[in-house]
C-alpha cells in the first residue's frame, strides 16, 4: 500500500480516505513495496522507482529489495507507517475472520489465536482490541506442547 514517493502528507490523504470509508473496511493488508527478482531482472523497474524518489537498499536476501521510498519515509519508517495504519483498521477479531477460513484449521478457536498472538515478539499487524484468557491460555500452551511431544 505504502509506493514510492510516498510522503507523510501523501498518506495522511490516503488515510483520511480510509477514515471516510472505514464502515466498508474491515481488515487492511499495509506494506511498502518491495521488489522481488534477481538484479539483472528488476534493474528497469528500480529504475522507474527512483524516478519517484525512493532509493534501493541493498539486498540483505539475494532477489529481495527493500527500498527507502523517498527523502521523507525510509524503509524503517514504513514499517513503522505500514503497522500504525494497519493496526488502525484491523481489529484481533476481524484479521481472525479474515484469515480463519483458508489460513487456520477449522478447530483452532479465537481463543486461542489470541493466546498465541501473547507470545509474538514483532508488532502485529491488527490491533489488539482483547485480552485473552489466561486460564486458557496456559491450557492451550499445554496442549500444544503436548501435541508437539506426541509428533
Same mark, same amino acid.
Not at 527500498?67 to 527523502?71: E, Q, T
Given at each position: 500500500m505504502l509506493f514510492a514517493g510516498e510522503t507523510? #502528507?501523501?498518506? %495522511?490523504?490516503?488515510? =483520511?480516505?480510509?477514515e471516510k470509508h472505514s464502515k466498508y473496511i474491515t481488515g487492511? $493488508?499495509?506494506?511498502?513495496?518491495?521488489v !522481488?527478482?534477481?538484479?539483472?531482472?528488476?534493474?528497469?523497474?528500480?529504475?522507474?522507482? #527512483?524516478? !519517484?524518489?525512493a532509493k534501493p537498499l541493498t539486498p540483505k536476501v539475494h532477489g529481495v529489495t527493500n527500498? %527507502?521510498?523517498?527523502?521523507e519515509i525510509d524503509y524503517e519508517a514504513s514499517? =513503522?507507517?505500514?503497522?500504525?495504519i494497519a493496526q488502525s483498521f484491523t481489529t484481533a477479531r476481524n484479521y481472525f475472520y479474515l484469515k480463519s477460513f483458508s489460513y487456520y484449521s477449522r478447530e483452532y478457536s479465537y481463543d486461542e489465536f489470541l493466546c498465541d498472538?501473547?507470545?509474538?515478539?514483532?508488532?502485529? $499487524? !491488527? #490491533?489488539? =482490541? =482483547?485480552?485473552p484468557n489466561s486460564e486458557a491460555c496456559e491450557i492451550h500452551k499445554n496442549l $500444544? $506442547?503436548?501435541?508437539r511431544i506426541a509428533q
Open positions: 507523510i #502528507s501523501s498518506i %495522511n490523504t490516503t488515510k =483520511e480516505w480510509l487492511l $493488508s499495509v506494506g511498502p513495496v518491495i !522481488f527478482g534477481w538484479s539483472h531482472r528488476v534493474t528497469g523497474y528500480l529504475s522507474d522507482l #527512483s524516478a !519517484f524518489g527500498l %527507502n521510498l523517498s527523502k514499517l =513503522e507507517l505500514s503497522t500504525e498472538c501473547q507470545s509474538v515478539a514483532t508488532p502485529l $499487524s !491488527f #490491533s489488539m =482490541e =482483547e485480552v $500444544s $506442547s503436548v501435541s
